[in-house]
């Protein structure tokens, strides 16, 4: 199994572009969370899904963050306008009914806004 | 609501030492209790789990003991190694299935 692929694993960008980052979870899950880490807050879940449904975006910070899941094998998080203070490691993860909770997290995207 | 509270860090050791990294938590119900570990540049991976009271989860040499009358879930390991170096995440789920409240992470330095 590739495990939870997740794209790119750098991004650089300039205060006000758009940001769009990418998530593969591992076939036959069917739950995936979006994380963000930084050093001052650790790690914050922003949202997750099940079945490709929200189920709980409490911790998405603005409007400027969205996230959806199409289908089983995709999702993205994208961040319009970007700003500086959103620098920070993004991570996906993966879990389903059968890894009794247990969850696989992607290598993350290094985030710098400029 | 669900939170888990870990020693503060950062946690300097020799290597061999001994290695304890508490951890409690609170929750309603019977929460399924884990140990993740990040290494410098990746994300995290389990290190090792227990569903029950009492239950004791073991990996690497590393063990923690699900301690349902402290509330506790401290991970231990008795002789650290260099490779053990990184941050240290306990967490606990079950009242929202799928879904995990993380402590905020102890930075772990094991030196030569």
């Known amino acids: 199994d590739a495990g939870v692929i997740q794209s790119p694993r750098h991004e650089v960008t300039e205060m006000g572009q758009e940001v769009t980052l990418r998530c593969k979870p591992i076939s036959g899950h069917d739950y995936l969370f979006w994380y963000r880490q930084t050093m001052m807050r650790g790690l914050e879940l922003l949202i997750y899904?099940?079945?490709?449904?929200?189920?709980?975006d409490s911790g998405m910070p603005e409007d400027r963050f969205s996230a959806k899941m199409p289908n089983a094998s995709f999702s993205t998080l994208k961040i319009q306008p970007s700003e500086p203070r959103d620098s920070a490691v993004y991570f996906c993860a993966s879990t389903s009914g059968l890894s009794q909770e247990t969850q696989y997290f992607g290598p993350g995207t290094r985030l710098l806004v400029l | 609501g669900d939170s888990v509270t870990q020693m503060e860090g950062p946690v300097t050791l020799s290597e061999e030492a001994f290695l304890t990294i508490n951890c409690t938590y609170t929750?309603?119900?019977?929460?399924?209790l884990f140990w993740y570990v990040q290494y410098p540049g990746e994300g995290l991976q389990l290190l090792l789990k227990a569903t029950k009271a009492d239950d004791k989860g073991s990996n690497k040499g590393f063990e923690a003991t699900y301690r349902k009358e402290t509330t506790s879930f401290h991970l231990e390991k008795g002789s650290v190694q260099v490779s053990d170096s990184a941050v240290y995440f306990c967490a606990l789920g079950g009242t929202s299935y799928g879904k995990l409240t993380f402590g905020q992470g102890t930075i772990l330095t094991v030196h030569p």
């Open positions: 929750a309603t119900g019977y929460p399924s």
């Open positions: 899904f099940n079945n490709n449904v929200p189920i709980d």
